[in-house]
């Protein structure tokens, strides 16, 4: 009799399952759909317009006149000083949680406050940002503001990438570092990091691709939707991609939005080209660690 009730219920666990199986492929298959009619209405709309002036002109009050010269060289500006800021204060931030702050109530309570900062809204960086960076510090509505907030925004997520490459180091390399009479900051800086420097590097690229397409902290900091010069220095105005992107699907002609569809193609370009890159170094450095 309880030969039976356990058949049974392993029959009825095994059919659970086969229907949670095809809910998820399911639902797979119809976000790939949606995905793929999402790409199809942008590129029928927006290809035409991929020529070179559409990256050499500026922003225009008629549509065929447009360009994302601004937006594009805004965006580089951005993402380059919010890298530079965030990975060297990751990898050191990193570096203390592993190696020196110990097995402490401490560690574990910043550990936690920066396992919860990666979930946090990106929206309130925004808020942040223009509270702290735009009116305390009176750094203006400028590239400095946003690549600051930007950097507020990946660094949780750079910091946790770092610990996980840092993990993932062979614990015997460090240990023969030991052996032979190296320091643990000779261990860390000669040892530790350059295995680990290819798990680093994907990760910050994947969160800076991240902070490429957000929109809603950089409105906040004060992008600008219409520039017509290039910034040369980090105080200068600015605006980026995604927010031009917001501003053109916003005007009411179909030319707009048509030109906004070939900024979304060129944005797509991007992030892609920045995860292809995350890849390759990824699998670069685990051949290097294979051999």
Do not use: C
């Not at 937006?71 to 000083?81: M, N």
């Not at 592993?98 to 929206?123: C, D, H, K, M």
């Not at 949780?156 to 993990?167: D, F, L, R, S």
């Not at 219409?226 to 980090?234: E, K, N, W």
Request: hydrophobic fraction near 60%; avoid cysteine.
């Amino acid at each position: 009799m309880m030969h039976k009730e356990r058949t049974a219920r392993r029959a009825a666990r095994k059919r659970i399952d086969s229907i949670f199986q095809a809910l998820f492929l399911l639902a797979i298959v119809i976000a790939v759909l949606v995905l793929v009619i999402l790409l199809v209405d942008i590129f029928s709309e927006g290809a035409r317009w991929i020529r070179p002036d559409f990256f050499t002109n500026y922003a225009s009050r008629f549509y065929n006149q447009a360009g994302i010269l601004a937006p594009l060289v805004g965006s580089f500006y951005v993402i380059i000083l919010t890298a530079v800021i965030a990975l060297p204060v990751a990898v050191a931030t990193a570096v203390y949680l592993e190696f020196y702050a110990g097995n402490t109530w401490l560690n574990r309570v910043l550990q936690v406050n920066i396992a919860n900062l990666a979930g946090v809204p990106s929206i309130v960086y925004g808020l942040f940002g223009l509270a702290f960076f735009v009116r305390f510090l009176a750094l203006d509505r400028s590239i400095i503001s946003a690549a600051l907030t930007m950097a507020l925004l990946i660094l949780p997520v750079v910091i946790v990438n770092t610990q996980e490459a840092i993990k993932a180091v062979p614990p015997s390399l460090a240990h023969a570092a030991y052996a032979l009479g190296a320091s643990k900051w000779q261990v860390v800086s000669t040892v530790v990091l350059p295995a680990a420097v290819g798990g680093i590097l994907t990760g910050t690229i994947l969160a800076v691709s991240r902070a490429l397409g957000e929109t809603a902290p950089l409105i906040t900091v004060g992008a600008w939707v219409f520039i017509a010069s290039l910034p040369v220095s980090p105080m200068d105005s600015f605006t980026v991609l995604p927010v031009q992107i917001w501003y053109w699907s916003g005007q009411p002609q179909q030319g707009f939005r048509e030109i906004a569809a070939a900024a979304i193609i060129v944005l797509l370009v991007l992030l892609l080209s920045m995860n292809g890159i995350a890849v390759f170094l990824r699998n670069k450095y685990q051949k290097r660690a294979e051999w």
